[in-house]
């Protein structure tokens, strides 16, 4: 059972502006620990999108941005395309638990 | 090209054994820690151990302690996954993936971890 909880499912028509949140407690973000983000198209393996809450690797669009506050984080995708169809998990790190912690996941429908 | 390619995936049933592999190239493989994450079918993504650059540290989430073991050769730029014991619950694609890491110096240091590189992934299924 993650302790990252995302939404399971956004939608949005093309062009417009969706948001995923990611929200953790004061054992991972909420404990400065940044927040990265990745992308994984319908059977293929994930690909960073977003690392340190707001940082685009080579590469990525810059659709995709991202920024945390407090305990939370968010993944924002402005002028939604139909290849931006994927699930998005966020990704940070748990003091108390000591592991490398994932987001339940998020499936972004373009409609 | 930068790539991380899997293998050794298959059937296995449970109390058997099975491991493993992921051949890195494109990068200098001595230089990064390495993981494996897996995802249960129609299930999210898990993080199951890291590995340091020398192989003398790794650490493993609770659930696999004991039955799994990670080791790496460098000089052969692999890393691999030894799977012993395995449960129906081990059942999951495992992708290999490079790790990034990076201090953050405030009241308190922190380490921040990512993954910026994956393989496509190998599927292990664990039934008798």
């Known amino acids: 059972q993650s302790v990252l909880t995302q939404p399971p499912s956004v939608s949005g028509a093309p062009g417009q502006r969706v948001t995923i949140s990611c929200t953790g407690s004061s054992s991972n973000i909420g404990a400065t620990y940044d927040v990265h983000w990745y992308q994984q198209l319908p059977g293929t393996a994930p690909k960073l999108l977003i690392y340190?809450?707001?940082n685009r690797p080579s590469g990525v669009p810059d659709r995709f941005s991202g920024s945390k506050s407090g305990s939370s984080a968010s993944l924002a995708i402005t002028g939604l395309q139909a290849e931006d169809e994927a699930d998005y998990y966020c990704?940070?790190?748990?003091?108390?638990?000591?592991?490398?912690?994932f987001g339940t996941g998020t499936k972004v429908t373009v409609l | 090209e930068v790539q991380l390619v899997e293998s050794g995936g298959g059937l296995v049933q449970p109390g058997g054994s099975l491991r493993l592999s992921c051949a890195a190239s494109g990068f200098t493989f001595s230089n990064y820690w390495m993981s494996w994450v897996r995802q249960a079918p129609g299930k999210g993504l898990e993080w199951v151990v890291n590995i340091k650059q020398d192989g003398r540290e790794k650490k493993y989430v609770d659930s696999v302690k004991g039955r799994f073991t990670v080791s790496r050769d460098n000089a052969k730029h692999s890393v691999y996954l030894q799977m012993n014991s395995p449960r129906a619950e081990d059942t999951a694609v495992y992708y290999c993936?490079?790790?990034?890491?990076?201090?953050?110096?405030?009241?308190?240091?922190?380490?921040?971890?990512?993954?910026?590189?994956w393989g496509r992934g190998t599927l292990v299924t664990v039934s008798s």
């Open positions: 993936a490079r790790v990034r890491y990076y201090d953050i110096i405030g009241v308190m240091a922190v380490r921040n971890w990512y993954f910026d590189l």
């Open positions: 990704q940070s790190y748990d003091f108390s638990l000591s592991d490398y912690v």
């Open positions: 340190g809450n707001n």
